[in-house]
């Protein structure tokens, strides 16, 4: 367990992350929470800094410090540069919202240091190869959350939405850590290397079993998968809408990456047929596919009823968990390498559509989708970029959701699995509907009010900024799939 | 196996038993002096039976919480000054900062809770936020003081 200086430079960027929401803290307090500028300006200079760092030293081969409890390789370093991206966008639109900005001044720097943590808490969770950290990350991403859904004090929905959130976290946390014991009995490790190795005996029986069940809906929860995505609407409903375009895109994607590494490295044993298979007799793959299969079609169903907007858009982001878990299903090399793709897309187009709820809720106080009508005459900018990510969220061409969803529907195909990407696409089809009603209430139905909207600055700076991506890597995405390809290269090669 | 369990056992017997010895003792021994209030059941002050729905002061949450700040401070500087002197001579210096820095951190904590004002008993009410507050639905009126203001409750801890 010893700590040598060479280790500081692999963890750099976490560690100026970590320094980031200490001096957050700090200016919060030496201005007396007067001076918002103070913490906000450091999350940016923190999280540009730490992006500096971690693109001047890319990983170069699988490196593990601190104990080898985290592993820095070409894997973390992909969902360091999507996290400290999301970071930064995140914090750029909240600055510009009511819901954040607007009353309790008292308390609005907090929000920018618990934006560092959160930040600190993902890439962890992203790198870490051992039980312990697992568990430390996952709570330290799960408590800067709860804070977060209930920033808003005053507001019962916030409140409601906080209170939700953290009923549902302890108790999968609770039921989390006792599969992590589990293994923990089973193999007498707690380092995913070591599970693996104390597991390759073939026994276990019964008690892995369960272990995996529990680790599962641990990770099922914090993705919001099915049968665990209950708080989702609510939370994403409740919390301020800058906090909901968060989760929508930051935790989800750490879970998914801590899901990755620790079923690949501490669960897989490669069967030499290119695929790989998970330990123990049962058929995991038809438990994922199942779960993958489930997740998608309800959350898509269950978005058809919607009328609030950010329900919508919750049971959206369901139904793309759904859709993700069909390349995880497969454990391949390609099944991975698509689930990133579609991550990294997914965290654009997400934030865009959140972000137009964000900017809209600072001049309108509904948000249902008849609310929207008339939006593409009264903001035609608005309007286009809206559209643009809802038909890259239905995976239409030619936008980056399309090219995102053909990978992860190309590997499902690919594995055997044709009934899920058919099923994929058939739900694509079902999103197509409910997407275009908010469409339809933009350009179709006649606007109540005339004029301009007159939305922040930055927010429609912002929207471009998100947009631009989300069309590029719809014709020209080759250099962000070779990233993810060699982002995975270092994890799938090293075991 | 089984027989391993078999220190569980005792020490399981010991334990009833040691209850069962300081019962009859103190019962044989006690003065017999009946009162109303020593016939409740023991819970830190409250009533052991009634509603659940009272307004509890929610200061006393917060003073757990600034307890954390100084237990979790030892918890972790005791075992690190035992073996500081084997620390020193594997790590060094390190050994020194890595701690000077936990307590940074935890200062900062205590700098956080000093300056928000939550380590004076009687908070001023003259913060924005606090004179915000509106009586909650869940509240009835007696519970919530004019102008929505939280009444301070006296309830033990």
Not at chain 1, 163 to 174: M, P, R
Not at chain 1, 313 to 339: C, K, P
Not at chain 1, 394 to 415: C, Q, R, W
């Amino acid at each position: 367990m010893n700590f040598t200086w060479s280790d500081a430079a692999y963890f750099g960027p976490e560690a100026v992350m970590g320094l980031t929401f200490l001096l957050c803290v700090l200016g919060d307090l030496v201005t007396r929470g007067r001076r918002h500028v103070v913490p906000f300006g450091t999350l940016l200079v923190g999280t540009a800094i730490s992006l500096v760092l971690a693109l001047l030293h890319p990983p170069v081969s699988s490196h593990a410090i601190l104990g080898q409890m985290v592993v820095v390789d070409g894997f973390a370093h992909f969902f360091r540069l999507l996290f400290l991206g999301i970071t930064f966008v995140t914090a750029l639109l909240s600055w510009s919202s009511r819901e954040i900005m607007g009353r309790d001044r008292e308390h609005q720097g907090e929000f920018y240091a618990l934006a560092a943590m959160l930040c600190f808490g993902m890439m962890v969770m992203a790198e870490s190869a051992d039980i312990v950290m697992l568990a430390l990350s996952l709570e330290a991403v799960s408590i800067t959350s709860y804070i977060l859904a209930g920033f808003a004090r005053f507001s019962f929905r916030s409140s409601e939405a906080a209170l939700k959130y953290v009923l549902w976290g302890a108790v999968s946390s609770a039921v989390m850590l006792y599969g992590l014991s589990l293994f923990y009995g089973l193999t007498g490790a707690t380092s995913y290397e070591g599970i693996r190795a104390g597991l390759s005996g073939g026994q276990g029986g019964m008690a892995l079993l369960v272990a995996i069940l529990f680790v599962m809906a641990g990770i099922g929860y914090k993705i919001s998968a099915v049968p665990f995505h209950f708080w989702t609407p609510d939370v994403y409903e409740g919390a301020p809408a800058p906090v909901a375009a968060i989760f929508a895109s930051g935790p989800k994607i750490a879970g998914f990456a801590l899901m990755i590494r620790f079923f690949y490295v501490a669960l897989v044993q490669d069967d030499s047929q290119g695929t790989l298979a998970l330990l123990d007799d049962v058929q995991w793959p038809w438990v994922l596919a199942i779960i993958s299969a489930a997740t998608m079609t309800l959350g898509n169903m269950a978005a058809i009823r919607q009328n609030s907007v950010r329900r919508l858009l919750a049971y959206s982001s369901i139904a793309h968990v759904g859709y993700m878990l069909m390349g995880f299903v497969v454990l391949s090399a390609n099944g991975l390498a698509a689930v990133l793709f579609y991550l990294f897309v997914y965290a654009i187009m997400t934030i865009g559509a959140f972000l137009v709820v964000v900017a809209l809720n600072n001049r309108v106080s509904g948000e249902e989708i008849d609310d929207y009508a008339g939006l593409g005459f009264r903001e035609p900018l608005v309007a286009a970029m809206m559209f643009l990510f809802l038909i890259s969220l239905t995976g239409l061409p030619p936008t980056a959701g399309f090219i995102g969803k053909f990978y992860l529907f190309a590997a499902a195909g690919e594995a055997g699995l044709w009934w899920l990407a058919i099923l994929g696409v058939l739900n694509s089809v079902v999103s197509l509907y409910y997407y275009m009603r908010i469409a339809r209430a933009m350009y179709f139905t006649p606007p109540e009010l005339s004029g301009r909207v007159g939305l922040a600055q930055a927010h429609l700076i912002l929207l471009v900024v998100l947009a631009v991506p989300t069309l590029v890597l719809g014709v020209f995405w080759s250099p962000l799939k070779e990233f993810a390809d060699q982002s995975l290269r270092m994890l799938l090669g090293g075991g | 196996m089984l027989i391993q369990f078999a220190t569980v056992f005792v020490f399981l017997c010991l334990g009833l038993g040691f209850v069962v010895v300081s019962q009859v003792i103190s019962h044989l021994i006690r003065p017999h002096n009946l009162h109303p209030a020593k016939q409740t059941v023991y819970e830190c002050g409250e009533d052991a039976e009634g509603s659940p729905w009272i307004q509890f002061n929610v200061r006393f949450y917060l003073i757990a919480l600034f307890f954390i700040v100084f237990d979790v401070e030892i918890i972790f500087m005791l075992p690190w000054a035992v073996a500081f002197n084997d620390m020193l001579k594997t790590l060094g210096a390190f050994a020194f900062w890595e701690m000077a820095f936990f307590i940074t951190i935890l200062a900062l904590g205590l700098a956080y809770v000093w300056s928000k004002g939550d380590l004076e008993w009687v908070k001023g009410l003259q913060s924005r936020d606090l004179r915000e507050v509106r009586p909650l639905s869940v509240l009835t009126s007696k519970d919530a003081a004019p102008h929505g203001r939280v009444k301070v409750s006296e309830h033990g801890g």
